[in-house]
Structure formats: C-alpha cells, structure tokens
C-alpha cells in the first residue's frame, strides 16, 4: 500500500493526495498519474499503488486444471497473468477420462480450499471443463487447446456446447492469458483493490497503443 502523507480538497472539489512529495489529483475513482505511477484512488478513501505481483487482501484464489502437461505452455501465461494482479493460484494435471477420481476431487473441495473460480484447459473432445463444472457451482473458464489436426475447433465445440443447467465460459483457442482476465473480473465484484488494478491494466494497454499510433504517425509524416 502507498504511504498516504495528507488529504486535501482542491478548488475544484476533487480530493487531493499528497503522496510524499508529488501532488497526485484524484478524479472520481481512479487516477492513472503518468509512466512513473500508478495509483488507485479505492471507494473508501485509501489508495493503492500498483506493484506487479503485490498480493491483494481478502481475494480468493484462482484454480487452473489442464488435461496433460503438454498444455502448460499454453495455460503458463494466465498463471503470469495472475500473479502480476496479486492472485494466488494453484494448478492441477488431472484428464477428465483417464483420472476422473482426480478431477472430482479438486473440484468438488475448490470451495473449500478457498477458490473463487476455476480455469480448465484441454484440447481434442475436451470434457474437462463441463466434467469440472458438473461437481462444483463455482464460475467455471474453459480454454480450448490446439492440440489435433482440427486446430483446437474440436475443443472449442466441446468446451462451449455445454446442455442447459451447467454452463462453461469458453475463452478463445489457446486464449489462456484471457481466462485469467476473466476470472480477476470475476474476483473483482467484491474486491474493490482487484477492481483497481484492473481498470489500471486498461488504461496501461490504452496508453501502449497511443504510443505506438504516434510511433507510426512519426513515421508517416513528410
């Protein structure tokens, strides 16, 4: 957490943050102060200064499955991605047919052990993450994997032709960086910390594309 120095108010009514020796302006809920800084301004007051990989307080974690290890270089982004929020998580081998024991296990305690919601990645039929689904009511992300001559379509329709009653959102093929979004959304409902480094994701991906349009704007000109 970012040490607070003083709180004012400027002429304009926003609240003003003295941290250390930089006057940082709050707009609404959160401020992005430049490349130097992050800071979140939260609902109640406190601020946040965003460190890649600080762990957030009071968030659940998040569970990763993938059918064989072959898939890790696949799903290994989303556990990066996880860790660069804060987010513990935890990563299981388990397939669906060969150990379905296995699979119901880490499934049906997830809640148990503290998890907010579950990633499952598999290729070829790819029932892992409807097999998951089924023991557990915990938000289930399925990630189709490449990994058969059909190019990960197969997984695909399995993942996300899920019946009426025990649904699967199913992320892109081999789109593993965007289930650990997604699951950090999720999270985020009842983290307002999360909610913080999210929006600051955003508007670091935003400020990256306005540097590269520049770049080729510099480029074009004359």
Not at 68 to 96: H, M, N, R, T
Not at 142 to 147: C, D, T, Y
């Amino acid at each position: 957490m970012a040490a607070l120095h003083r709180r004012d108010k400027s002429p304009g009514g926003e609240v003003l943050l003295i941290f250390r020796s930089a006057k940082i302006l709050c707009q609404g809920l959160y401020y992005f102060p430049g490349n130097k800084k992050k800071i979140a301004c939260l609902p109640d007051g406190g601020i946040v200064d965003f460190v890649r990989g600080t762990k957030v307080k009071n968030v659940k974690k998040v569970a990763l499955i993938m059918g064989s290890d072959s898939d890790w270089p696949v799903l290994e982004p989303a556990v990066k991605q996880l860790k660069d929020f804060g987010i513990e998580s935890e990563v299981l081998v388990a397939s669906a047919h060969r150990t379905p024991q296995r699979v119901h296990d880490f499934a049906a305690t997830a809640a148990e052990r503290g998890v907010g919601v579950i990633i499952a990645a598999a290729g070829a039929a790819a029932h892992l993450a409807g097999v998951v689904a089924s023991f557990t009511t915990l938000p289930v992300i399925g990630v189709p994997i490449n990994s058969t001559s059909l190019g990960g379509i197969d997984a695909l329709l399995s993942i996300s032709q899920m019946p009426a009653g025990i649904p699967v959102a199913t992320m892109a093929i081999n789109g593993a960086k965007n289930a650990a979004l997604f699951a950090a959304q999720i999270l985020a409902l009842s983290n307002s910390e999360l909610a913080a480094k999210l929006t600051l994701h955003r508007q670091t991906m935003a400020a990256e594309v306005e540097k590269k349009a520049e770049k080729v704007a510099a480029m074009t000109k004359g």
